[in-house]
T-cell receptor, first 111, second 112 residues
Framework: AQRVTQPEKLLSVFKGAPVELKCNYSYSGSPELFWYVQYSRQRLQLLLRHISRESIKGFTADLNKGETSFHLKKPFAQEEDSAMYYCALSGQETSGSRLTFGEGTQLTVNP | KAGVTQTPRYLIKTRGQQVTLSCSPISGHRSVSWYQQTPGQGLQFLFEYFSETQRNKGNFPGRFSGRQFSNSRSEMNVSTLELGDSALYLC???????????FGQGTRLTVV
């Protein structure tokens, strides 16, 4: 079974402060990990995926297979980063796109 | 290019009725997945269709069913509606069913 855990439902930081959204997963095979974001009144959209190793909007995430984690980080948070963030996993063993989502973390960046 | 389109955006149904939701994927995308989003359970995978065939199925009762047409458009049907079926139903499309999934705005279903 595959599972994704985001321990913080709410996270509040001040503008310019570093932010880290935690994500832990449980999966026996080789997972593909994603971070999706939902801004207010917008659709869910991909922020980044681990195989791309990109930095999107200043966010980065590193897959740590030893700790089964995929934490999302940004060194200096901006007010426009306020949104709902979901960590998601796709298992290679299940052909096709079946995403298992965490419960999400609501990030608020205060001025 | 046009994004994933879901219709209708809002629905109100009574218990026992059935409902059909529609999803038009991004042009060229052959995989369509459906998710149920509720405050208590979060985002849960319902099923995925690829080239008109159901390829993956989540842990939902048989009242939830779907299909995909030759143009990749997909429909989801829920029969004998229950109050607990009230949720936001999201559709996502991807090119081959791997990698990035593009989500629609969702259909908000309220069962009364």
């Amino acid at each position: 079974a595959q599972r994704v855990t985001q321990p913080e439902k709410l996270l509040s930081v001040f503008k310019g402060a570093p932010v880290e959204l935690k994500c832990n997963y449980s999966y026996s095979g080789s997972p593909e990990l994603f971070w999706y974001v939902q801004y207010s009144r917008q659709r869910l959209q991909l922020l980044l995926r681990h195989i791309s190793r990109e930095s999107i909007k200043g966010f980065t995430a590193d897959l740590n297979k030893g700790e089964t984690s995929f934490h999302l980080k940004k060194p200096f948070a901006q007010e426009e980063d306020s949104a709902m963030y979901y960590c998601a996993l796709s298992g290679q063993e299940t052909s096709g796109s079946r995403l298992t989502f965490g419960e999400g973390t609501q990030l608020t960046v205060n001025p | 290019k046009a994004g994933v389109t879901q219709t209708p955006r809002y629905l109100i149904k009574t218990r026992g009725q059935q409902v059909t939701l529609s999803c038009s994927p991004i042009s060229g995308h052959r995989s369509v997945s459906w998710y149920q989003q509720t405050p208590g359970q979060g985002l849960q995978f319902l099923f995925e269709y690829f080239s008109e065939t159901q390829r993956n199925k989540g842990n939902f009762p048989g009242r939830f069913s779907g299909r995909q047409f030759s143009n990749s458009r997909s429909e989801m049907n829920v029969s004998t509606l229950e109050l607990g079926d009230s949720a936001l139903y999201l559709c996502a499309s991807s090119l081959k069913g791997m990698g990035e999934a593009f989500f629609g705005q969702g259909t908000r279903l309220t069962v009364v």
